[in-house]
């Protein structure tokens, strides 16, 4: 199978090293007239992720890992060779098989790096972070909700995965907390993105 065609954008703001979302998540969304129904149109990998994350096709996840693998390997330059995956943490922990971590546990085993999905702790639920309008209290919530875990990062260079960003607050706070932890250098990585 080929990677799926993708539009990256560099994450050049945020307390990471480095760090790209690899495409927009939806290319649009129109009511149908149906106060809770929508024609909403994605990207091909927005599609892929949404049909992994809600609609349980596991299918789709070799192609995703194997999208992401590619633009690690070959198209993200200064890449340094990563030592570990850290997957951001859910907001929705009532799902079996998260597929952030999922993902993330195959990537990582496709680029031969360990998983320190212990690393951060999520130690209360959070909203989903797309429903937080206020940025201050966004970055509050998740500064008491993601914490420190057991996982040692001390002196490695790490990967933080998700699979969807809107803002990159989740993806920065993980970085604090990873900073905090040790970590020599942090890259963030999200699959796709809200906003362009």
């Known amino acids: 199978m080929a990677p799926v065609k993708l539009s990256p954008v560099r994450l050049v703001w945020g307390p990471w090293d480095d760090g790209y979302t690899l495409d927009?998540?939806?290319i649009s969304s129109v009511p149908t007239g149906d106060p809770y129904r929508w024609d909403t149109k994605r990207t091909e990998l927005g599609q892929l992720v949404y049909e992994l994350k809600y609609g349980k096709n596991w299918g789709?996840?070799?192609?995703?890992?194997?999208?992401?693998?590619?633009?690690?390997?070959?198209?993200?330059?200064?890449?340094?060779?990563?030592?570990?995956?850290?997957p951001s943490p859910p907001s929705v922990s009532a799902r079996?098989?998260?597929p952030v971590v999922a993902i993330a546990h195959a990537l990582a085993s496709r680029l031969a790096v360990e998983v320190c999905e212990k690393a951060i702790e999520k130690i209360r639920p959070t909203p989903q972070m797309k429903n937080v309008g206020d940025w201050a209290q966004?970055?509050?919530?998740?500064?008491?909700?993601?914490?420190?875990?057991?996982?040692?990062?001390?002196?490695?260079?790490?990967?933080?995965?998700?699979?969807?960003m809107e803002s990159g607050s989740t993806l920065g706070r993980v970085t604090d907390v990873l900073r905090s932890a040790g970590a020599s250098e942090v890259y963030a990585l999200a699959l796709t993105r809200?906003?362009?």
């Open 96 to 98: 079996g098989l998260q």
């Open 24 to 26: 927009r998540h939806t």
């Open 194 to 196: 809200t906003r362009n």
């Open 138 to 164: 966004r970055r509050q919530t998740l500064r008491e909700a993601i914490q420190r875990g057991t996982g040692n990062v001390e002196g490695k260079k790490v990967l933080i995965f998700d699979d969807l």
């Open 60 to 86: 789709a996840l070799e192609l995703i890992v194997e999208t992401a693998e590619d633009f690690i390997r070959n198209q993200w330059e200064g890449l340094p060779a990563l030592e570990c995956i850290v």
